[in-house]
């Protein structure tokens, strides 16, 4: 059976021409990015340029871009990095309830060091209340962490005026960019950003390979101690033919970005448009500040897991509330913040397309959910 991939939120398949690029790079040009001979100063070269490329994106300076191992590793280097290297100027740090896993635990583990954590609430649609967020703000505050695009809802978060207000407070403000970089603007100096979280494997690029943009003057403590590469923030031989991926899928999409994006909100709102003809389900995340790829439904009286087993069986990957949470029963951490009682988050239904999906893979989603989810109800003990 031909299978549907509607879980581009999760991760996103190799692009071709990402892959073609990343060849050479295991077995013909294998050096050592350190090393001073041709073969080193080969790797080196190659690092920089898709530097460049990865700055690119949201117009920082080259010099700006550390890579990481992850999404994760980047959020971990953001938030304990910059919370160890300020502890003379504070020790409190703002986050939201409905941040990535890896932001709220590094939240969580920095308050068992002795940090003070604060959460922004967020309304029914997930954004932060930025009136809140001044409030909360202190003379020790050092850090704001708030998401630009949320992973499972979709939400985008209004991080322009979030940087404004970090700027007038001093406070650094980091975001986790992991949902949305290449896919929508951003302009780290126009938005007043001090720190942004990406990776490859959400913009078609190879699992494993994160960057950190950390600006000029930041201060901040390396995670891994070592033989100071990436100007000694970030030591260990560095992974040339994922970061070389890293940079060709950052090109491709700064390049297609708009192009794609006003595809991809067509494909979406065509879906939202006609699932939401089916009985007792409603949207969850803002209407229209979500990401373009991003729709997630909530059903009455179905489990979410018991959908995605269904789908499944009909050739379509889909998931409920996010892939690392999806194995525990505990609802959603995102939509129980935004105001889901438990039976609703654990009804949740997530679709998100990507570069590959079509509208006759949108067609045949419309056609199977409503009939998917008639015969769950009917086996259903919660109606
Ligand atoms: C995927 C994701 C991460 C984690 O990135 P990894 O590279 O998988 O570690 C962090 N934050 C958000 C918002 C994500 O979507």
């Not at 949207?283 to 018991?306: Q, T």
Request: hydrophobic share 35%; proline share 4%; aromatic share 6%.
């Amino acid at each position: 059976m031909k299978k549907i991939y509607l879980d581009y939120a999760a991760t996103t398949p190799v692009d071709k021409r990402v892959l073609e690029e990343m060849k050479p790079y295991f077995s013909e040009k294998y050096g050592n990015a350190s090393s001073l001979h041709s073969l080193g100063t080969e790797a080196k070269r190659a690092l920089e340029e898709a530097r460049e490329k990865v700055a690119s994106v949201i117009k920082a300076n080259p010099k700006e871009i550390i890579f990481t191992s992850s999404g994760t590793e980047s959020n971990n280097t953001a938030l304990k990095g910059v919370a160890f290297a300020n502890r003379d100027k504070g020790k409190h740090i703002i986050t939201t309830p409905i941040e990535h896993d890896c932001v709220l635990n590094s939240a969580r583990w920095l308050k068992k060091q002795g940090f003070d954590v604060d959460f922004i609430p967020v309304d029914k649609y997930g954004l932060v209340d930025l009136e809140k967020l001044e409030e909360l703000i202190r003379k020790d505050t050092i850090l704001i962490s708030v998401m630009h695009a949320n992973n499972e809802i979709g939400t985008i978060e209004p991080i322009k005026e979030i940087g404004k207000i970090a700027k007038e407070h001093d406070v650094y403000f980091h975001t986790d960019a992991a949902q949305s970089y290449g896919k929508i603007d951003i302009d780290v100096k126009k938005m007043n950003i001090d720190l942004i979280t990406a990776n490859a494997h959400k913009i078609y690029g190879p699992k494993g390979v994160g960057a950190l943009f950390i600006r000029e003057g930041v201060k901040i403590d390396p995670l891994l101690h070592g033989g100071g590469h990436e100007f000694g923030l970030r030591s260990s031989t560095e992974n040339v033919a994922g970061i070389v991926g890293f940079g060709k899928a950052a090109e491709i999409a700064k390049k297609e970005m708009r192009g794609e994006s006003e595809r991809l909100i067509k494909l979406r709102n065509t879906l939202i448009e006609n699932i939401l003809k089916i009985d007792d389900c409603w949207l969850n995340g803002h209407p229209d500040k979500r990401l373009p790829n991003n729709a997630n439904f909530s059903f009455r009286f179905i489990e979410g897991e018991s959908l995605v087993m269904y789908l499944d069986m009909q050739g379509i990957c889909a998931s409920t509330g996010s892939a690392c949470s999806s194995k525990s029963l505990e609802p959603s951490h995102v939509l129980t913040a935004i105001g889901l009682k438990p039976e609703e988050a654990h009804g949740s239904l997530r679709l998100t397309t990507g570069r590959f999906t079509t509208k006759e893979d949108i067609d045949y989603v419309i056609e199977v959910l409503p009939n998917v989810v008639k015969n769950l109800r009917k086996l259903s003990p919660l109606k």
